[in-house]
């Protein structure tokens, strides 16, 4: 298998080619006629362990499949899934692998990588996690005799944020006695803006803040470190040692760049340069979420990651959700020409699925050049947005229902949920199943849906808008990471088929680098040498406006 797969135009291809004959046959035909078929939803839905996935709105027919199964064996599907979960390069600009799913094997598991066995090391990292993690949830952080630890802060950005926060917020249910009197907070804006609200309520004396930082060099994160480190100096006038070990923890790639900011070596925790960012919640980036719902939960978390890996390595494309799904990704997008995305749970503790879903998508398929450094010939990655579905319903389904962009969408909901609790609870989970289907079917059949015409043109709806329904038996600690494996592993089959490597993302560099140059330029007299003129015109506006041209703008000044 080449590495630089991507230098052969994949629209030559013979299976690219009779796949696009297919679709041009199968445009002109309506959702409300395709699903007229007594046997679509046997033909087209799919079932893993706890989780069901239904194809059945799709503008696909079985055959489709069986084309877009043919295609993703053109592209050498099942060679790349082997080389991704064997450690092979696939991250190919970087030189490293994609290991991600190694977070997730079971101890009596082996994965050789240069000699040596991972998981006896990935197992050792999570044992240094449940400790402190036992440490915190029993009031004992290192030993100290004073107050306990009862308020935890994350500091990251990016997938040292996103994650834990969906994680946590999804599996609150599940927070075992020991942890209820933690609270967590998490922090990730640079301007200051979280911290600055947050330590106005916080007692300094029993917070521990969480430094999450890859590199140990993001200057988001450390910026906010920094404010942290001086408020808690400031309040408490420890000597800075003193201080740091009892206050922080670092959770990090590079441990050499932690213990110089002035984190012991014993108050770090570990993850390897092979797990990016918005694959890290399965590593020790997951601290906040095993102190949310505990390490057991924890665990029952990675092992329902593992069971969706097994499934995607093992299972027959033709009956495997994350080629499946992936592939009538690229069925919509390249043969449809749908290039919006929307992502909609119907379960309020999934609110931040759509946020951690855009960046997994996006940072990772957002490219336009492929592994060979040619351009694409293909779109790539759509747009992707969500909200949860009932505050989504009054907000942007307007244009879903009758608005001129086409956009493909993914509800997701549990069956079951509330059954250990009152009628009125359970009565209001069915109202989210109830409006969960009504809003894909009415996005299907349109009009058809009641069968009934639209008495003026403005209530028409066309439908004819596809969409694949999540069914989660119920959200657990193990369905919620099948379901986040599910979508990690929907975008590593799609850049195989677009020739693309989505475990880099040079595309946020260079606006990194400039934002250095900017901060430069923002504490000198005549920092806009060298600009443009319009980032000069903005530089000397704000240095009126904040009076560092000799002259102070009076408050209200419009200039």
């Given at each position: 298998m080449n590495m630089a797969c991507g230098s052969n135009d994949l629209t030559t291809d013979i299976c690219w080619q009779a796949l696009s004959t297919h679709a041009e046959a199968l445009k002109p035909r309506h959702l409300k006629d395709l699903m007229a078929d007594g046997g679509r939803f046997q033909s087209l839905s799919f079932r893993h362990e706890g989780l069901l996935l239904d194809l059945s709105r799709q503008r696909i027919v079985p055959e489709t499949l069986e084309r877009l199964m043919s295609l993703a064996q053109a592209s050498e599907l099942p060679e790349w899934i082997a080389a991704l979960f064997a450690g092979e390069p696939v991250n190919d600009t970087e030189k490293r692998p994609a290991l991600h799913s190694a977070l997730r094997l079971p101890e009596s598991a082996s994965l050789q990588l240069e000699g040596q066995d991972l998981v006896p090391e990935v197992h050792a990292n999570l044992a240094r996690m449940a400790e402190m993690v036992a440490q915190l949830?029993?009031?004992?952080?290192?030993?100290?005799?004073?107050?306990?630890?009862?308020?935890?802060?994350?500091?990251?950005?990016?997938?040292?944020?996103?994650?834990?926060?969906?994680?946590?917020?999804?599996?609150?249910?599940?927070?075992?006695?020991?942890?209820?009197?933690?609270?967590?907070?998490?922090?990730?804006?640079?301007?200051?803006?979280?911290?600055?609200?947050?330590?106005?309520r916080l007692n300094p004396a029993t917070t521990l803040f969480i430094v999450s930082s890859k590199s140990f060099t993001t200057i988001d994160t450390l910026a906010n470190a920094e404010t942290a480190r001086r408020w808690l100096a400031d309040a408490s006038g420890m000597a800075d040692a003193?201080?740091?070990?009892?206050?922080?923890?670092?959770?990090?790639?590079?441990?050499?760049?932690?213990?110089?900011?002035?984190v012991p070596e014993d108050n770090q925790l570990h993850f390897w340069d092979w797990t990016g960012g918005r694959y890290s919640l399965w590593s020790t980036i997951g601290f906040p979420i095993a102190l949310k719902i505990g390490m057991e939960n924890f665990r029952r978390m990675l092992a329902g990651a593992h069971g969706m890996d097994e499934h995607f390595r093992t299972a027959e494309l033709g009956e495997n959700l994350p080629v499946l799904m992936a592939m009538v990704g690229v069925w919509n997008i390249n043969l449809l020409d749908y290039h919006a995305h929307a992502i909609l749970p119907y379960d309020g503790r999934l609110a931040h699925l759509p946020a951690y879903l855009e960046q997994l998508e996006m940072e990772s398929n957002g490219k336009s050049i492929r592994r060979d450094g040619s351009g694409s010939e293909l779109r790539t990655c759509p747009v992707l947005w969500g909200e949860v579905g009932p505050n989504a319903q009054h907000a942007f389904y307007q244009l879903l229902h009758q608005g001129t962009e086409p956009v493909m969408s993914d509800f997701i909901v549990p069956v079951r949920r509330y059954e250990a609790q009152s009628e009125t609870l359970q009565r209001q989970h069915q109202l989210a199943l109830a409006n969960c289907l009504a809003q894909a079917r009415v996005l299907a059949l349109g009009d058809a849906a009641l069968d009934a015409e639209p008495p003026t043109p403005w209530q028409q709806y066309s439908g004819n808008q596809p969409s694949t329904v999540l069914l989660l038996d119920e959200l657990s600690p193990a369905t919620f990471g099948a379901l986040i494996a599910l979508y990690e592993h929907k975008v590593f089959v799609q850049s195989v088929i677009w020739g693309i490597n989505p475990f880099d993302q040079w595309g946020v560099e260079l606006g990194k680098k400039m934002a250095t140059r900017m901060l430069e330029a923002l504490g000198q007299a005549d920092g806009d040498q060298g600009m443009d003129r319009p980032t000069a015109g903005l530089l000397g506006e704000i240095r009126r406006l904040r009076g560092c041209d000799g002259t102070r703008a009076s408050k209200g000044d419009k200039g």
């Open positions: 949830h029993q009031r004992q952080w290192r030993g100290y005799t004073g107050e306990p630890i009862d308020t935890v802060v994350n500091i990251g950005v990016g997938g040292s944020d996103l994650g834990p926060v969906m994680a946590c917020r999804a599996l609150a249910d599940f927070q075992p006695e020991a942890a209820r009197g933690l609270s967590i907070h998490f922090v990730s804006s640079m301007d200051g803006s979280q911290l600055a609200g947050l330590l106005d003193v201080l740091v070990r009892r206050h922080f923890v670092a959770v990090t790639a590079s441990p050499e760049k932690a213990a110089a900011w002035g």
